[in-house]
C-alpha cells in the first residue's frame, strides 16, 4: 500500500542527509530526502523514476527504501526551501583548505583563466553560499569591506547591519572579481566606481541584485542590494500603518490632482510605501507613469521609466516626457532638484496626482526643504495635498519575547497613556534560533501624517519654519512619529529601544 504525504514539516527533515545529496539530483528526479529511520532510507517521490532514483541511493547508503508519495509541486517547493537552509558562509569558508584559497587566489592574478574556474572553484562555492544565507536570513544588503590586513563580510537584516564572516585577506581580489563577473562588469577596472545587476535563481526564488563597487585605500568595497521577486509588492495592509492613519492616506489618494509627499532617511521604506500606494490606486481606468533611479519591483500595469543620466534621462527630463504620455498619476522616485520640483509642481495644478519622495526627518521639514530650494510658496500651497513621514522599526520576535516595565524617567517622558493604552509594561525578545539571537523577526513602519489645511496653506505663504508648521498640525491632530512608535510599543509590537533607535534625536539621553 503507498504511503503517502500532503506536506513536509520542518521538524521532520534531517539536514545533515541533504548535504550527501546533490540538488541537481534531488531536482532531477523529484525526490525529497527526509530522514533515516529504523535502517529505513525515508524520501518523498512523486513518479517511478523518483522511485527508481530512491532504490539507487538507498542501495549506496545500504539502507531499505521507503518512499512517501507527494504531488511534483509539494516536492519541488519542499526540495527549494529546505536545501536552502544548507550551508552557510562560514560552514563553506570552514570547508575551504588554505591550498584551495592560495590556488585560487594565484588564478585570479590571470585574467585569462578567470572564466575557465568550474562551479565547484572555492570562491564561487563561498559567494554562492553568502547569497543563499542572505535570502534565508532576510537580508536586504550584503557588504564586502576591504580593510588594510583583513576583510569582513557583513549582512543588513532588519535594517541592522552584522558581521557574518572574516574571510582571510588572500582571497579579496578573486571574490570580488567573481561579483564583477556575475554583474557583466569591468574585471580589469580597479580605480573607478561600477554598478551592475545579477539576476539569479536561488532556491527556485526569482532574486534581483543590485551591485556596487567603490575604490577605496586597501581595495574595492562592494555592495550587493538584494531585491527578492517573490516577495513582491506589499499591500497598504501590511505596511504597518494604524487603521485611522491609513483611512487618511487612502482619501489623498483619491485625489485627482496634487503632489503627496513620503519622507524619511534612506532606507525608511519610503520606496515600499509609494508602491503599495500605487497598487491600491490602479485600476484600468487610470494611467500611471513612473520614474525611478532604480526601478526596484516591476509593477504589473504600470508603466515605468529607470532614469539614465548618461544619456540625457534625469528625473527632470523624464518628466517632461511622462506629461505627454497622459498620465492620471505620476510617481517621480525622488525631488532632488528646483528644475524636478518646478515640473512636479507644474504637473500636479494641470489635473495629474503626483506622487514622490524627500530626504527629511519629519513631514513639516518636507515644506520648508522645497521652499529653500526654490519652489515659490503660492505654488507649493496650492498644490501640497500632504506629507507622509515615516521610519521601519523592528518587530518583537512572537517566539521569545516576554514582558518587560519601563523605566520612571522614560514614563515620565512619554506620559503614562496614549489613546488609552499603557506604557508601564512592554514586550521584548530575550533571543532564539527563530530571530537569529537578535530578539526582533520583520519590520513595520511608524508614521506621521501632515494634511494641508487651510492654516498649514497659510503658513506655507508666509514661508513659516519648520517648528511653526509641526505646532500647528499637532494641534489639528497630526500624530508625530514618536506617538505612533508608542502605540506600537505598547501593543506589544516592539520595544522603546526600537524607537529610540529611529527616532535618536528626539530621545537622546532617556534611559528605557
Known amino acids: ?42 524520501c518523498a517521490v512523486s513518479d517511478e523514476e523518483g522511485l527508481f532514483a530512491l532504490r539507487e541511493l538507498s542501495r549506496e547508503m545500504s539502507l531499505k527504501p521507503r518512499p512517501l508519495w507527494g504531488t511534483p509541486e509539494m516536492i519541488t517547493g519542499a526540495i527549494n526551501r529546505y536545501y536552502g537552509q544548507l550551508g552557510s558562509a562560514e560552514e563553506v569558508m570552514e570547508d575551504i583548505r588554505e591550498e584551495d584559497l592560495t590556488s585560487v587566489a594565484t588564478e585570479f592574478e590571470r585574467p585569462k583563466d ?11 562555492r563561498l559567494l554562492n553560499a553568502l547569497l543563499r544565507q542572505a535570502l534565508k536570513e532576510r537580508a536586504s544588503d550584503i557588504h564586502i569591506e576591504p580593510f588594510e590586513k583583513d576583510l569582513e563580510v557583513r549582512l543588513r537584516v532588519d535594517g541592522v547591519l552584522r558581521k557574518i564572516l572574516a574571510p582571510p585577506k588572500i582571497i579579496q581580489d578573486a571574490l570580488i572579481s567573481r561579483v564583477k563577473i556575475m554583474a557583466n562588469l569591468d574585471i580589469a577596472e580597479r580605480r573607478l566606481p561600477q554598478d551592475g545587476r545579477i539576476r539569479l535563481l536561488i532556491g527556485g526564488r526569482d532574486v534581483d541584485v543590485r551591485v556596487s563597487l567603490m575604490p577605496t585605500i586597501h581595495g574595492e568595497r562592494v555592495v550587493l542590494r538584494i531585491l527578492d521577486r517573490r516577495s513582491g509588492v506589499i499591500g497598504m ?22 503632489i503627496i509627499l513620503v519622507t524619511g532617511p534612506t532606507g525608511s521604506g519610503k520606496t515600499t510605501t509609494l508602491y503599495a500606494a500605487l497598487n491600491k490606486v490602479h485600476t484600468e481606468q487610470k494611467n500611471i507613469v513612473t520614474i525611478e533611479d532604480p526601478v526596484e519591483y516591476e509593477l504589473k500595469g504600470i508603466g515605468q521609466i529607470q532614469i ?15 506629461l505627454r504620455q497622459d498620465p492620471d498619476i505620476i510617481m517621480v ?10 515640473i512636479a509642481t507644474q504637473a500636479s495644478l494641470t489635473g495629474h496626482l503626483v506622487l514622490s519622495t524627500l530626504h527629511t526627518n519629519d513631514a513639516p521639514s518636507a515644506i520648508t526643504r522645497l521652499l529653500d530650494i526654490g519652489v515659490e510658496p503660492f505654488l507649493l500651497a496650492s498644490s501640497l495635498v500632504g506629507v507622509l513621514a515615516q521610519r521601519l522599526v523592528r518587530l518583537n520576535c512572537p ?59 497659510a503658513l506655507i505663504t508666509e514661508k513659516a519654519d519648520a517648528r511653526t508648521i509641526r505646532d500647528k498640525a499637532v494641534s489639528q491632530g497630526m500624530r508625530p512619529l514618536r506617538e505612533d512608535g508608542f502605540i506600537k510599543v505598547a501593543r506589544g509590537l516592539t520595544t522603546p529601544e526600537e524607537i529610540l533607535r529611529v527616532t535618536q534625536k528626539e530621545y537622546a539621553g532617556i534611559q528605557v
Open 1 to 42: 500500500m503507498r504511503e503517502e504525504v500532503k506536506e513536509i514539516q520542518d521538524g521532520q527533515v534531517e539536514l545533515k542527509l541533504l548535504a550527501g545529496v546533490p540538488l541537481a539530483y534531488a531536482k532531477g528526479n523529484l525526490l525529497m530526502p527526509i530522514a533515516v529511520r529504523g535502517g529505513e532510507l525515508v
Open 114 to 124: 578567470i572564466l575557465e574556474l568550474t562551479g565547484e572553484a572555492p570562491i564561487i
Open 237 to 258: 495592509g501590511e505596511i504597518g500603518m494604524e487603521q485611522q492613519f491609513r483611512n487618511r492616506f487612502e482619501e489623498m489618494l483619491q485625489r485627482q490632482n496634487g
Open 308 to 322: 539614465n543620466p548618461r544619456v540625457g534621462l534625469t528625473f527632470a527630463s523624464g518628466l517632461r516626457s511622462i
Open 333 to 342: 522616485g525622488e525631488i532632488r532638484d528646483l528644475e524636478t520640483a518646478q
Open 399 to 457: 517566539s521569545c519575547s516576554g514582558e518587560h516595565k519601563l523605566s520612571s524617567e522614560y514614563l515620565e517622558h512619554i506620559g503614562t497613556s496614549i489613546d488609552g493604552l499603557n506604557f508601564s509594561v512592554y514586550k521584548k525578545g530575550r533571543g532564539c534560533a527563530n530571530c537569529g539571537n537578535t530578539g526582533y523577526i520583520g519590520r513595520a513602519g511608524i508614521f506621521e501624517l501632515l494634511l494641508i489645511t487651510p492654516e498649514i496653506r
